[in-house]
């Protein structure tokens, strides 16, 4: 299906485990984006991606990892999960880096008990 | 230090009424703005945007206005209708955000019939 997909959508881990939240786009977009979403925060960048092996941090990247070997994914690690990072992610993309919409993906909520 | 701000968590309106939304910025660099429309569960979806060079973008219920001087823009929905009852993000682009928009805390917006 064209669009931009995550998985899983729903995660429970405990603290300390490694978990990985997959993100994958069908259009080429070459600018890939990680939010995480929190009451009373809003929608804050962890780490963006302007082209496969381009990535740079954003606002809150602590104790996560990214990764672009293809245009196409964009892998989120949470290396040792932490209660913090309890959260709704999502992944997103765009076309161009100045104009044009992002688009989001369904979201991963994840649990770290 | 909050670069997009959404003053007004919350918003009741009445159905058939206008729903106005307001967002303010700081950062004098930005020169492109979004709105997204977020359901419960269900990942951000883009709404309308406006450019710098404009002051006013119109796609049918829906009229954002941007007044560059007082770095404030706003969204109309009128006539509101509740289907529109959702959380609104305001969001900026431009000013070095590498292609990133940033975004408001959002504003949660109920249409009641």
């Known amino acids: 299906d064209a669009g931009i997909t995550q998985s899983p959508r729903y995660k429970i881990t405990e603290t300390g485990r490694q978990v990985t939240l997959m993100c994958h786009q069908t259009w080429s977009h070459s600018y890939m984006f990680w939010y995480r979403q929190d009451l009373g925060h809003g929608l804050r960048l962890i780490y963006y991606s302007a082209a496969a092996d381009i990535t740079d941090k954003g606002e809150v990247p602590d104790g996560y990892v990214v990764s672009r070997s293809k245009t196409e994914n964009f892998p989120l690690t949470l290396e040792s999960a932490t209660r913090s990072q309890t959260s709704v992610y999502f992944c997103?993309?765009?076309?161009?880096?100045?104009?044009?919409?992002?688009?989001f993906g369904e979201g991963s909520r994840l649990t770290v008990l | 230090d909050q670069q997009v701000k959404q003053n007004s968590p919350s918003l009741s309106v009445q159905e058939g009424r206008i729903s106005i939304l307001n967002c303010d910025y700081t950062?004098?660099?930005?020169?492109?703005f979004l709105w997204y429309k977020k359901y419960p569960a269900e990942g951000p979806t883009f709404l309308i945007s406006i450019s710098s060079i404009k002051d006013k973008n119109e796609d049918g219920r829906f009229t954002v206005f941007l007044n560059k001087s007082a770095k404030h823009l706003s969204l109309h929905i009128v006539p509101s209708q509740p289907g529109d009852s959702a959380v609104y993000f305001c969001a900026a682009s431009g000013g070095g955000s590498q292609g990133n928009l940033i975004f408001g805390k959002g504003t949660k917006l109920s249409v009641k019939p």
């Open positions: 997103a993309s765009r076309l161009h880096p100045r104009t044009g919409e992002l688009f």
């Open positions: 950062n004098s660099m930005f020169d492109y």
